[in-house]
């Protein structure tokens, strides 16, 4: 007997399905991964090659969410628990 999860995992890998899995999820936890205030500014688009891309609604927040790149990509692979994003990059939209 397996667990539902464990049959799940497998068939996102199989189907590959799992990088647009981990960008709902991104989507839909952003709050809390990011903070509120980075959120209400910023949102991941999607992932590729183990790099994010996240839009953000002005050149001001561009600039400053520059900054904290390294604690993003922290706070991502801490919340999935696994190294799953590299980098980060921003792009207005």
Request: overall charge positive; cysteine-free.
């Given at each position: 007997m397996q667990?539902?999860?464990g049959i799940l995992v497998?068939?996102?890998k199989q189907?590959?399905?799992e990088g647009k899995m981990m960008e709902y999820t991104l989507?839909?936890?952003w709050e809390t991964i990011a903070g509120?205030?980075?959120a209400t500014h910023?949102?991941?688009s999607d992932i590729r090659y183990r790099k994010l891309y996240i839009i953000v609604d002005s050149p001001v927040w561009l600039?400053?969410?520059s900054f904290y790149k390294e604690e993003l990509v922290n706070n991502i692979n801490n919340y999935f628990g696994r190294k799953v994003i590299n980098d980060v990059f921003f792009k207005i939209g």
């Open positions: 667990k539902v999860s497998k068939l996102l189907y590959g399905l989507a839909e936890k509120s205030i980075i910023s949102k991941p600039q400053e969410l």
